[in-house]
């Protein structure tokens, strides 16, 4: 049995869609981070970095911070959705580091200024809404021709998608992303994506 320390964040979403995807058995724990829960003494023994996810594994006794760490833990654990010929299995590491350093971080700051914090920092609100707009670039011609980031279905997409789902906060036209928007699509109506992706609370994916 698995202990999930999370919030309703992209960050918690990846390891509830990935638990779901390989389904493990998990018991899931509310960090409120806008109640400074994370800041508890007992959580910080887990989770030093005070930040959600977090897990603890009974079955190993391991227990991991960082998202891209436990969805590589995960994945080793289950022999899933981490493919075996080495093109591809490096490629999805790649682009799970490349989440881990951009994605997620510039997005976080995009979320940051232009959703939460609009009128307080046009620089800040042009840089990272263009540095968005750059890396959803990306994505999509990764994703224009292959099904998923590193051909099949793997950790990576699972890192990039629940952060994709902020694509309106973002400012993101995704209709002028047609390879992203159609994985987007394909991974919204995975039933493991979508029980996933309401932990720790019912939430709604939005479909452009
Ligand atoms: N690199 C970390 C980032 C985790 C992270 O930023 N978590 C946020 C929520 S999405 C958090 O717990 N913030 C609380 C805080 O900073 O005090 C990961 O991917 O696990």
Do not use: C
Not at 7 to 21: C, D, H, Q, R, V
């Amino acid at each position: 049995m698995i202990d999930l320390y999370t919030f309703g964040t992209p960050n918690g979403k990846k390891i509830s869609i990935a638990l779901e995807e390989m389904e493990l058995e998990y018991k899931t724990h509310t960090i409120n981070i806008m109640k400074d829960e994370q800041f508890a003494p007992d959580f910080l023994k887990i989770s030093p970095n005070n930040k959600i996810p977090a897990i603890v594994d009974h079955e190993t006794g391991i227990s991991l911070m960082e998202s891209g760490a436990i969805l590589f833990y995960l994945a080793t654990k289950t022999g899933k959705f981490l493919p075996k010929d080495p093109h591809h299995h490096w490629q999805a590491l790649e682009w799970l580091m490349w989440q881990m350093g951009g994605f997620g971080p510039m997005l976080g700051q995009a979320n940051h200024f232009l959703k939460f914090n609009p009128g307080k920092s046009e620089y800040a609100e042009t840089r990272y809404g263009n540095e968005a707009k750059r890396l959803y670039g990306v994505l999509d011609k990764q994703l224009a021709d292959r099904e998923f980031i590193a051909g099949t279905y793997s950790i990576a997409d699972m890192a990039a998608w629940p952060w994709a789902a902020r694509w309106e906060w973002q400012g993101i036209d995704m209709d002028a992303l047609p390879n992203l928007k159609r994985w987007y699509h394909t991974m919204a109506a995975r039933p493991a994506v979508q029980k996933g992706y309401s932990v720790p609370t019912e939430a709604e994916i939005p479909l452009p």
